[in-house]
T-cell receptor, first 111, second 116 residues
């Protein structure tokens, strides 16, 4: 059973469109991270959120941590081809230690 | 500063064989974690080594083992390979033990293992 469920699994959009990726769980996390992984590479950390309701912005990317610390979302404004990749959310349980990853959302942005 | 390096990048083995994968962390990092990535299960935590000691272990069978050397380099071994062990094996290094807020993990490019 996957602790973190990501949706959608695949997303194909055109340059300039907006999109939102969701990361949901029934468990409470002490922190949640978002990574981007490109083909042939390992995941690269984009952001860490730790406080319920927290919103962080990274240029055109906006990350939100749910009030109850069970879910998170990633919103990309005016997507560009360079945003193409696999977006992974990962969290540390309140009662746990290891990073638990979602299966990821594969994003393709075409010119 | 050089990133995390993993060798080999690609590996083909047959069922029943064993395999050893290597990971060199970023200079100065003392923690190395290993993950298995498959399309079906995503990224799953295998184990973490810090100062040559295994500190945490995921839910994998005993066929998966590892070790860390005094220079922080780490190896992972899988014995009696099964078809289901085909995956991308990623290692990540960090300066501190654990997954705390100020302890970012830096991932290597992974070793693609195919078991025939």
């Amino acid at each position: 059973t996957q602790l973190l469920e990501q949706s959608p699994q695949f997303l194909s959009i055109q340059e300039g469109e907006n999109l939102t990726v969701y990361c949901n769980s029934s468990s409470v996390f002490s922190s949640l991270q978002w990574y981007r992984q490109e083909p042939g590479e390992g995941p690269v950390l984009l952001v860490t959120v730790v406080t319920g309701g927290e919103v962080k912005k990274l240029k055109r990317l906006t990350f939100q941590f749910g009030d109850a610390r069970k879910d998170s979302s990633l919103h990309i404004t005016a997507a560009q081809p360079g945003d193409t990749g696999l977006y992974l959310c990962a969290g540390v349980l309140d009662s746990g230690y290891a990073l638990n990853f979602g299966k990821g959302t594969s994003l393709l942005v075409t010119p | 500063k050089a990133g995390v390096t993993q060798t080999p990048r690609y590996l083909i083995k047959t069922r029943g064989q064993q395999v050893t994968l290597s990971c060199s962390p970023i200079s100065g990092h003392r923690s190395v974690s290993w993950y298995q990535q498959t399309p079906g299960q995503g990224l799953q935590f295998l184990f973490e080594y810090f100062s040559e000691t295994q500190r945490n272990k995921g839910n994998f069978p005993g066929r998966f083992s590892g070790r860390q050397f005094s220079n922080s380099r780490s190896e992972m071994n899988v014995s009696t390979l099964e078809l289901g062990d085909s995956a991308l094996y990623l290692c990540a290094s960090s300066s501190l033990l654990g997954t705390g807020l100020n302890n970012e993990q830096f991932f290597g490019p992974g070793t693609r293992l195919t078991v025939l």
